[in-house]
Every structure is written in structure tokens, then in C-alpha cells.
T-cell receptor
Framework: AQTVTQSQPEMSVQEAETVTLSCTYD???????LFWYKQPPSRQMILVIR??????QNATENRFSVNFQKAAKSFSLKISDSQLGDAAMYFC????????????FGKGTRLHILP | KAGVTQTPRYLIKTRGQQVTLSCSPI?????VSWYQQTPGQGLQFLFE???????NKGNFPGRFSGRQFSNSRSEMNVSTLELGDSALYLC??????????????FGSGTRLTVV
């Protein structure tokens, strides 16, 4: 069974600095999707960035980028120029490309932004 | 496009009662998933529906059931409520043809409290 592990329950970063959130996963499949979701206090899960496993190039969305290491099964999220609005719970997630599979979430990392 | 709409946002029920939660997906999305989120267990998969058919089911007791209508709207029902059913219930919809591009879109959830 696939698993997703986020080893940092909480992290803090100074505003305008850079922070990296770690995520590792375990799977025997070769085709899958990886996601980072953000959940602010409003509760809604917001997609931050996604990566398809067959793409070697790391995904980037504005201040957010990933370091995808397929062989190491690692998918870390880097947030540059941290802003107060980035404070939230961040979830790493895995989904097989099988049509009827489910998303598997890590336990999450709570990110605090220090002014 | 309107987002994923979940109703109600908050619900308080008594042990032994039953409850029905509703989810309206993004227009055009035929896939809907339900997740239970608790501080202790994190996000756990409940069910997945596609075109009115349940395609996947999580490891929850039979008290948890769901269905999807022809307009893709979905409901989940919990019968004989227990204190441990108190949680945030999240619904997500997605386009199977564009999963890698857009991921799952989540609603704001229904906060269920069982007293």
C-alpha cells in the first residue's frame, strides 16, 4: 500500500525568507501524481502545486517550487519570499494514475510565518 | 466557474441520530470523493463516485454510506452517530481527463459535532 510521510509536524519561517517542507512517499508504481495542498484556517484545501511522475522537470508556481526526486521517492516543497498569507497546514498527497484510485495524504506540516 | 459547494457548513447532532451531508461538484466534473478529517487520524478516504457509481470505498463501517445523482451531486449519510464521528467532512470533485493539470478541487467542508 502506498504511504505518504511528512516528518515535520510544525515549522516556522521569518517573513520574506525561504522554507522547505519535506515529503517522502512509498509506492511500487511508476505512474502517479503528487500534489501539495494548503489548508488555511478557512478549512478549504487549496491546490498549491502538482507534479506528474513521468515529468523530470520540477514543477514551479510563482513562489512555490518542488524538488522531485523519483528514485528517492521524495517530493519537497520550497516556498520563497514567505508571506503572512502562507501560514497554513500543508499536505503532501499521492495519487496513482489508475482511474479508480484515491488520493493519499500525509499528516501535514503546520507552517507559521513570523513577522 | 463556481467551486465545490458543501452544505451545511456546521452541524450538531446527538449520538444515535443520523445525518446527511451534501456536495455539489464543479460543473462538468463527474467524479466526487469524500474524506473525513480529524486531528488524530488526518485525512481518511471515505468513498469515490463516478457517474453515479461507487468506484472505491475506504475502510469505514457500514454506517457510512453515500450516493451520487445524475447531476453529479453527491450525498453521504452516517447512521447511528457516535462521538468519534465528530470531524470535518471534505468533498472533492475532479475531471478525470485533467487530473494531472488541475488536481482535485475541495469544498470548504462540513464540520460535524456529535454530542
Amino acid at each position: 500500500a502506498q504511504t505518504v510521510t511528512q516528518s515535520q509536524p510544525e515549522m516556522s519561517v521569518q517573513e520574506a525568507e525561504t522554507v522547505t517542507l519535506s515529503c517522502t512517499y512509498d509506492t511500487s508504481e511508476s505512474d502517479y501524481y503528487l500534489f501539495w495542498y494548503k489548508q488555511p484556517p478557512s478549512r478549504q484545501m487549496i491546490l498549491v502545486i502538482r507534479q506528474e511522475a513521468y515529468k523530470q522537470q520540477n514543477a514551479t508556481e510563482n513562489r512555490f517550487s518542488v524538488n522531485f526526486q523519483k528514485a528517492a521517492k521524495s517530493f519537497s516543497l520550497k516556498i520563497s519570499d514567505s508571506q503572512l498569507g502562507d501560514a497554513a497546514m500543508y499536505f503532501c498527497a499521492y495519487r496513482s494514475m489508475n482511474r479508480d484510485d484515491k488520493i493519499i495524504f500525509g499528516k501535514g506540516t503546520r507552517l507559521h510565518i513570523l513577522p | 466557474k463556481a467551486g465545490v459547494t458543501q452544505t451545511p457548513r456546521y452541524l450538531i447532532k446527538t449520538r444515535g441520530q443520523q445525518v446527511t451531508l451534501s456536495c455539489s461538484p464543479i460543473s462538468g466534473h463527474r467524479s466526487v470523493s469524500w474524506y473525513q478529517q480529524t486531528p488524530g487520524q488526518g485525512l481518511q478516504f471515505l468513498f469515490e463516485y463516478f457517474s453515479e457509481t461507487q468506484r472505491n470505498k475506504g475502510n469505514f463501517p457500514g454506517r457510512f454510506s453515500g450516493r451520487q445523482f445524475s447531476n453529479s451531486r453527491s450525498e453521504m449519510n452516517v447512521s447511528t452517530l457516535e462521538l468519534g464521528d465528530s470531524a470535518l467532512y471534505l468533498c472533492a470533485s475532479w475531471d478525470r481527463a485533467a487530473l494531472g493539470a488541475y488536481g482535485y478541487t475541495f469544498g470548504s467542508g462540513t464540520r460535524l459535532t456529535v454530542v
